[in-house]
Nanobody
């Protein structure tokens, strides 16, 4: 499967963005899908993950602000990001079954 991430951009603090990760094939059989992020010079960190049965996990700093979801019919995973902060600025990557998408840049700045 190949993954195509989209939805990044420039947003002011307090704003919202929704990232999408479209898979080239069915995701219904993929147990875990996730979003990571990475800042220049930093390590890639797990932001959110979701299992095939809907169990989710979140980085502590995004709990209550970000929501991960998956639509198996559309072969797409989403990351709804609300109340964005400057420290959320990073390149966001989706991943599944060891495959990585190309990343989408999120910049939170006034």
């Amino acid at each position: 499967v190949q993954l195509q991430a989209s939805g990044g951009g420039l947003v002011q603090p307090g704003g919202s963005l929704r990232l999408s990760c479209a898979a080239s094939g069915s995701i219904s059989g993929i147990y875990v899908m996730g979003w990571f992020r990475q800042v220049p010079g930093g390590q890639r960190e797990l932001v959110a993950g979701i299992t095939s049965v809907g169990t989710t996990t979140y980085l502590d700093s995004v709990k209550g602000r970000f929501t991960i979801s998956r639509d198996n019919a559309k072969n797409t995973v989403y990351l709804q990001m609300n109340s964005l902060k400057p420290e959320d600025t990073a390149v966001y990557y989706c991943t599944a079954s060891g495959v990585w998408g190309q990343g989408t840049l999120v910049t939170v700045s006034s």
